[in-house]
């Protein structure tokens, strides 16, 4: 299992990082740059089990160094229409007209108000809606259960 470190720099330009599994995201090959002013060989997409993005980049003249960065669903979707894969953008980002795809059993929580704002600013930060953010926080919360029991005991 490979853990890859990234990047995520944001319009304030705080710099932020993370790991993220190759094993378990779903990879896009993308076309070689043919901009001879690219600094850029080649790019790959990843979509992480979180449903983050992660641009892989190959540098020009070095290519045993890589850059990757988590980038916004927008930068996503036009990555993969640039890549030629027009129906994974399409199934990822284009809602069809009859109303929001179920992602799984309904459940109803309350929330302290201060927690929903710090919940509302990270799904804000991260370009998602508010139950998107508490999806992926679950998936977090589940994934480290372990350390949860431990925390809680």
């Known amino acids: 299992m490979a853990r ?3 990047s995520h720099t ?3 330009g705080f710099t932020t990082g993370g790991l993220f599994e190759t094993d378990t995201a779903e990879k896009f090959g993308g ?4 901009d ?13 089990d979180l449903g983050y993005w992660i641009l892989n980049r190959v540098r020009a003249g070095n290519p045993d160094t890589s850059t990757y ?3 916004s669903d927008e930068l996503a979707r036009q990555w993969l229409l640039d890549n030629e ?13 009859g109303g929001r795809p179920s992602k799984g059993d309904k459940v109803e929580a ?3 108000a201060k927690t929903l704002s710090r919940i509302d600013d990270m799904a804000a930060a991260a370009g998602v809606d508010r139950p ?15 350390a949860l029991a431990a925390a809680l005991d």
């Open 85 to 97: 894969y027009p129906e994974e953008a399409k199934r990822r980002f284009d809602r069809s007209k």
């Open 69 to 71: 960065e988590k980038i």
């Open 132 to 146: 998107e953010m508490i999806r992926r926080l679950l998936v977090v919360a589940v994934g480290m259960e372990r």
């Open 4 to 6: 890859i470190a990234y």
């Open 36 to 48: 001879e002013y690219s600094p850029f060989l080649s790019e790959e997409l990843y979509c992480t």
């Open 10 to 12: 944001d319009g304030a």
């Open 110 to 112: 309350r929330v302290p």
């Open 31 to 34: 076309l070689d740059v043919e």
